[in-house]
């Protein structure tokens, strides 16, 4: 009887044991997801489409005074006119849960672009142009 006793008392703690060891599993890698700003300040953008009223007015280098922007971390920005290399300095700000890019030029023009869509790869923006239509822009990550 003893002898069952013991057996029973060392598979309960055997069993007991072998069920709290925990097997450690490599830590999956978190997926990185980059913030507005961290996507906005991330190379430059080259603007490549233009729409006004929902029709496409201009494409690549045939958009008429075609630029860049480059949007730096401190909160300050430079656009470059493609035709000819000159620069020109800004500040910008992401507003309204990073939905209004507000930018000021360097004439002190203040202006807020609707962002529609604002990927690592695409900056699309809208606003009333001075004709009063919607006009959108459309600009591609250049790292």
């Excluded at 072998?18 to 997926?31: F, T, V």
């Excluded at 939905?99 to 690592?120: E, F, I, M, P, Q």
Aim: proline share 3%.
């Amino acid at each position: 009887m003893n002898s069952f006793r013991f057996t029973l008392l060392a598979l309960a703690l055997t069993t007991i044991s072998l069920g709290s060891c925990k097997k450690d599993s490599p830590a999956m890698p978190q997926p990185t997801t980059m913030t507005a700003t961290q996507q906005l300040t991330t190379g430059s953008w080259r603007l490549d489409q233009v729409k006004e009223a929902g029709q496409v007015t201009g494409t690549g280098a045939n958009i008429k005074d075609q630029y860049s922007l480059t949007f730096r971390s401190d909160g300050t920005y430079t656009q470059k006119i493609l035709s000819d290399g000159s620069t020109y300095p800004g500040t910008w700000m992401l507003m309204t849960n990073n939905t209004v890019l507000h930018l000021t030029d360097n004439k002190g023009t203040s202006t807020d672009y609707t962002v529609a869509n604002l990927s690592a790869t695409e900056l699309r923006y809208s606003f009333m142009n001075k004709n009063g239509a919607t006009e959108e822009r459309t600009f591609s990550a250049q790292m």
